[in-house]
Structures are given as structure tokens and as C-alpha cells.
T-cell receptor, first 111, second 113 residues
Framework: GQNIDQPTEMTATEGAIVQINCTYQ??????LFWYQQHAGEAPTFLSY????GLEEKGRFSSFLSRSKGYSYLLLKELQMKDSASYLC????????????FGTGTQLKVEL | DGGITQSPKYLFRKEGQNVTLSCEQN?????MYWYRQDPGQGLRLIYY???????QKGDIAEGYSVSREKKESFPLTVTSAQKNPTAFYLC????????????FGDGTRLSIL
């Protein structure tokens, strides 16, 4: 089966940096997505990693290590509007690609 | 503005009733998807369609049905066979397969009366 693990909740302070981890054990791998989802709203695309390394996009960066089955999303200069759920999703191969989501990490940004 | 539209935002189902959730996109995307989101669980794939007139079952297709007669539209019917339909339903679309970013609609919240 497929297994994707993320912390359930995290709390951080406005202006700080936070790292949200995601580990996965899947039968095949063809990339990893991070999405942001505010309560009751649509998930929005943040990043996609398929090769090892760090991808930077403004205040958000995403890292992938395929050998370790590990990714993280790094949020810098946290703002109150960053309070949301962050979803890790793995493209699993085998019989065609499928996207498997983790349960999400609820981030709360405090003053 | 291009986007993906789901309707209605809230829907109530009586016991034994089928209900249909609408999903329309004007992004010219070939692929469309339906997910179910329950508290404490990740998004789970119900059905997907990579091309018009073709669709595939996802991980939890039982009790659901879809059609893809037009590129822009991918309606989901929740049948009376789905015994636990209360959930947040999300429709998405993408340019290609699962390795492409998906654009999501704002969701439909379905509840049982």
C-alpha cells in the first residue's frame, strides 16, 4: 500500500520560518506536490518536485530526497494569511500514475 | 477568467435519493478528477477522466457514477448505494496526467437530511 506521513498540526509565529515535513513509502514514485488549502476552500498548487534538491519560489521552498522518501515545505517570513492546511501528495506509479494525498498539516500562525 | 466551477456549494440528500454534483471548467484541460475529503483524512480519488468519453475508477468509486460527454464537464452522481455520502467533494482538472498540477474547484459540501 501507499503511506504518506505529515504532522497533523503545527504552530508558528508571524515573521518566523516553519518547515513542514512529509515522508512517503510508495510502490513507485513520479513526483511530489505541495498544495495549500484554506478552510472550506479549494486547494491551490504550491510546488512540484521530481528530482532531488531544493526548489525556491518566493517565500516558499520545497525540498525532495528520493532516496530517503522525504520532502519538506519551507515557509519564510510567515504571515497570518499562511494559516492553512498544507497537503503533501505523491504521484504513485504502477498501472498508470495516480496521485495519493497525505492527511495534511494544519498550520496556525500566531502573533 | 479561466477556472473550474462546482455547483451547488451546499447540497442535502434524502435517504434513497441520487444527487448530482456539477463541475465545469473553461481551462481547456483534458483531464478531470473527483475527490472526496473527510475530516482527518487525505483527499481520496473517486473517479477521473483523461479524455472525453472515457473515465476510470479511483480508489473509492463504489456508490458513485460519472460521465464525460463534453471536455468542459464532468458531473458526479452520488447514488443511494453510497451509504456514507456526507463529505466535502472537490473537482479538479489538469493539462495532462497526474504528474501535472491540478486546479481545484471550490467544492460542494454534501449532507444527509
Amino acid at each position: 500500500g501507499q503511506n504518506i506521513d505529515q504532522p497533523t498540526e503545527m504552530t508558528a509565529t508571524e515573521g518566523a520560518i516553519v518547515q513542514i515535513n512529509c515522508t512517503y513509502q510508495t510502490s513507485g514514485f513520479n513526483g511530489l506536490f505541495w498544495y495549500q488549502q484554506h478552510a472550506g476552500e479549494a486547494p491551490t498548487f504550491l510546488s512540484y518536485n521530481v528530482l532531488d534538491g531544493l526548489e525556491e519560489k518566493g517565500r516558499f521552498s520545497s525540498f525532495l530526497s528520493r532516496s530517503k522518501g522525504y520532502s519538506y515545505l519551507l515557509l519564510k517570513e510567515l504571515q497570518m494569511k499562511d494559516s492553512a492546511s498544507y497537503l503533501c501528495a505523491v504521484v504513485v506509479t504502477g498501472g498508470g500514475n495516480k496521485l495519493t494525498f497525505g492527511t495534511g498539516t494544519q498550520l496556525k500562525v500566531e502573533l | 477568467d479561466g477556472g473550474i466551477t462546482q455547483s451547488p456549494k451546499y447540497l442535502f440528500r434524502k435517504e434513497g435519493q441520487n444527487v448530482t454534483l456539477s463541475c465545469e471548467q473553461n481551462l481547456n484541460h483534458d483531464a478531470m478528477y473527483w475527490y472526496r475529503q473527510d475530516p482527518g483524512q487525505g483527499l481520496r480519488l473517486i473517479y477521473y477522466s483523461q479524455i472525453v468519453n472515457d473515465f476510470q475508477k479511483g480508489d473509492i468509486a463504489e456508490g458513485y457514477s460519472v460521465s464525460r460527454e463534453k471536455k468542459e464537464s464532468f458531473p458526479l452522481t452520488v447514488t443511494s448505494a453510497q451509504k456514507n455520502p456526507t463529505a466535502f467533494y472537490l473537482c479538479a482538472s489538469s493539462l495532462g496526467g497526474f504528474e501535472k498540477p491540478q486546479h481545484f474547484g471550490d467544492g460542494t459540501r454534501l449532507s444527509i437530511l
